[in-house]
């Protein structure tokens, strides 16, 4: 099945896709996850996180494997893309919290029962399951494959530990990438949901709005640089 998984350019096309959308709506839990190493020795930091690595596969394989058995049920779809949906509603419409990102603080009870190291290695388990739950949701609306959505899941997980500054980088120069994560999202609710009443898109269609969904992206990037750079300029001639 591996064979037949990574032999198909269809099945790279879905992993894929699943690996850009880990990477667009994990970078700022990258940066969540080192925020609450910091307290730890250098030497320590990279260990609680290769640890939490670990862990992180642990559950998204658990989480796969238990997605597999609910997915079939009809409702259990349905559910995925409200939340989903609730997930665009809630970034376009009602706006996100901006709260300060804390640090384990070394009160909590994890610290005084584990200890510091293997309490802090705990809370970020805990995290990884929180990120997680979006992140399993959408790769279930993308393919109901178990390979398809293992592979994809483990290139993200690692892509979330070692290319989310490139991400943030990514972002930060083309900030209309982060909605474009989340008109994906939408897309893809609406994928799961259509799915409930057996309207299953063609790979080509998908793949297809994904590719236009980026190329327009990139367009409105550059058509927003042009508009601030006369915006600075008229402003420089006043």
Do not use: C
């Given at each position: 099945?591996?064979?037949?998984?990574?032999s198909?350019?269809?099945?790279?096309?879905y992993?894929?896709?699943?690996?850009i959308?880990?990477?667009?709506?994990?970078?700022?839990?990258?940066?969540?996850?080192?925020?609450?190493?910091?307290?730890?020795?250098?030497?320590?930091?990279?260990?609680?996180?290769?640890?939490?690595?670990?862990?992180?596969?642990?559950?998204?394989?658990?989480?796969?494997?238990?997605?597999?058995?609910l997915?079939?049920?009809?409702?259990?779809?349905?559910?995925?893309?409200?939340?989903?949906?609730?997930?665009?509603?809630?970034h376009?419409?009602?706006?996100?919290?901006?709260?300060?990102?804390?640090?384990?603080?070394?009160?909590?009870?994890?610290?005084?029962?584990?200890?510091?190291?293997?309490?802090?290695?705990?809370?970020?388990?805990?995290?990884?399951?929180?990120?997680?739950?979006?992140?399993?949701?959408?790769?279930?609306?993308?393919?109901?494959?178990?390979?398809?959505?293992?592979?994809?899941?483990?290139?993200?997980?690692?892509?979330?530990?070692?290319?989310?500054?490139?991400?943030?980088?990514?972002?930060?120069?083309?900030?209309?990438?982060?909605?474009?994560?989340?008109?994906?999202?939408?897309?893809?609710?609406?994928?799961?949901?259509?799915?409930?009443?057996?309207?299953?898109?063609?790979?080509?269609?998908?793949?297809?709005?994904?590719?236009?969904?980026?190329?327009?992206?990139?367009?409105?990037?550059?058509?927003?640089?042009?508009?601030?750079?006369?915006?600075?300029?008229?402003?420089?001639d006043?």
């Amino acid at each position: 099945m591996w064979v037949e998984v990574l032999s198909d350019p269809v099945s790279w096309g879905y992993i894929g896709t699943l690996v850009i959308l880990e990477g667009l709506l994990s970078a700022d839990n990258a940066l969540v996850l080192a925020v609450m190493v910091k307290h730890l020795p250098p030497d320590q930091r990279k260990k609680a996180l290769t640890y939490g690595l670990f862990g992180a596969y642990f559950f998204r394989f658990l989480f796969i494997g238990l997605g597999m058995l609910l997915i079939k049920f009809w409702w259990i779809k349905v559910l995925g893309a409200a939340y989903l949906a609730w997930l665009v509603i809630k970034h376009f419409w009602l706006g996100e919290k901006e709260d300060d990102v804390e640090g384990v603080k070394k009160t909590s009870w994890l610290i005084r029962t584990f200890g510091v190291f293997w309490g802090t290695v705990i809370s970020v388990e805990l995290m990884d399951i929180a990120f997680s739950a979006d992140s399993i949701l959408a790769a279930f609306a993308v393919s109901e494959q178990v390979w398809i959505l293992l592979v994809g899941g483990m290139l993200g997980i690692l892509m979330m530990r070692t290319v989310a500054k490139f991400f943030l980088v990514l972002i930060d120069r083309v900030p209309e990438l982060e909605n474009t994560a989340f008109i994906l999202i939408a897309i893809i609710a609406a994928k799961m949901f259509a799915s409930v009443f057996g309207i299953h898109v063609h790979h080509l269609v998908f793949f297809g709005i994904l590719i236009l969904a980026f190329a327009a992206t990139f367009v409105v990037h550059n058509i927003n640089k042009k508009k601030t750079a006369s915006e600075v300029a008229a402003s420089k001639d006043k």
